[in-house]
């Protein structure tokens, strides 16, 4: 390998390693992001117990992951915005509150492809075990 291309993999994996720093930043101290792991996890050990199909699967993990992801954003907004912009101001008030609505669009989504996904296997569950 010649020393260009070997800077630039070096350049990539120090790259992923600040990601993963991110990544592992949010987990750590954003409360929010806390509470869509663990609403996750729960619903992953439920697509276990009721069995979802591959596609179920697809489309549960791409909602969890549009939602970790709104939040993601939502915090970084939120960090730029005390960092360029501590005092009061009505546009920091608008991107905040703009970037805190992408989080609860992403939310609404998430309950309503849970509730399609999810309640009618439930409700097929229960049904069985009235029998
Ligand atoms: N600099 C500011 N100027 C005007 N309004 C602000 C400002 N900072 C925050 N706000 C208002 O307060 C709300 C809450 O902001 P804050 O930064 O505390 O985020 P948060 O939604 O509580 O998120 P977190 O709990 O993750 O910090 C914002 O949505 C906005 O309406």
Same mark, same amino acid.
């Given at each position: 390998m010649n020393s260009g291309s070997h800077d630039k993999s070096k350049k990539r994996s120090i790259g992923f390693i600040y990601a993963w720093n991110g990544l592992a930043n949010m987990i750590k101290s954003e409360r929010n992001f806390q509470i869509h792991i663990f609403s996750a996890v729960i619903v992953i050990v439920i697509g276990f117990i009721v069995r979802l199909s591959t596609l179920?699967?697809?489309? #549960?993990?791409?909602?969890?992951?549009?939602?970790? #992801? @709104? $939040?993601?954003?939502? @915090?970084?907004? $939120?960090k730029i915005i005390d960092y360029l912009k501590p005092d009061i101001h009505p546009d920091a008030k608008m991107i905040k509150d703009v970037a805190a609505g992408a989080v609860l669009v992403s939310a609404i989504i998430a309950a309503i492809v849970g509730f399609l996904i999810f309640l009618p296997k439930l409700i097929s569950i229960m049904r069985l075990f009235s029998l």
């Open positions: 179920e699967w697809s489309i #549960v993990l791409l909602v969890i992951g549009f939602v970790l #992801v @709104t $939040e993601m954003v939502n @915090t970084a907004i $939120e």
